[in-house]
């Protein structure tokens, strides 16, 4: 959009006109504004009223500063720019590896509870087997007398055992 007589300046440009006046924009931002305000009337009154703006506040009185702001100001830049003691770099850097130590052995007593559990309740229990199998223990050499499945057969279709019919 080519500049015309009533066209505004964009808020990044009306941003810049304290710069402009001052002669702190840069070069190609000084020649953009420049081509505006040549073109465009309603952008002249805009840095009017900016240029009377300042004036008014230029004759308004300064406050003074307190007799002691200077120190106030040089102590709080003295506070920010002051190493910390060694002691308490030392101190910092023992915590934070103690908070490391504490995370480490926190995480291996996890896995392990976790480990513990996870097989103690995935492999079967002695104790249970032992009961089951206490039975067949019982009789164990009366089984083993019988030697196969043919004598128990052969019983099966004997007179005595057998069906009564």
């Not at 004759?59 to 002691?87: H, K, Y």
């Not at 996890?110 to 492999?123: D, Y």
């Not at 089984?143 to 043919?150: A, H, K, L, T, V």
Request: glycine share 4%; net charge negative; proline share 7%.
């Amino acid at each position: 959009m080519q500049p015309g007589p009533e066209q505004r300046l964009s808020p990044e440009e009306r941003g810049n006109l304290t710069a402009y006046l001052d002669g702190e924009l840069a070069e190609i931002e000084a020649r953009s504004i420049a081509t505006k305000l040549s073109l465009s009337q309603t952008a002249r009154r805009e840095l009017d009223s900016l240029k009377r703006t300042w004036e008014l506040l230029e004759r308004l009185p300064r406050p003074p500063a307190s007799p002691n702001f200077p120190e106030r100001t040089l102590d709080s830049i003295r506070a920010v720019d002051a190493p910390t003691s060694a002691w308490a770099r030392d101190t910092s850097f023992l915590a934070r590896q103690a908070l490391k130590l504490c995370l480490c052995l926190l995480v291996i007593a996890a896995a392990a509870s976790t480990g513990f559990v996870l097989i103690r309740n995935s492999l079967p229990d002695p104790a249970e087997r032992l009961e089951r199998d206490r039975l067949l223990a019982e009789h164990l050499d009366e089984y083993q007398e019988i030697g196969s499945f043919d004598f128990l057969d052969e019983l099966v279709r004997s007179r005595e055992f057998g069906d009564e019919r």
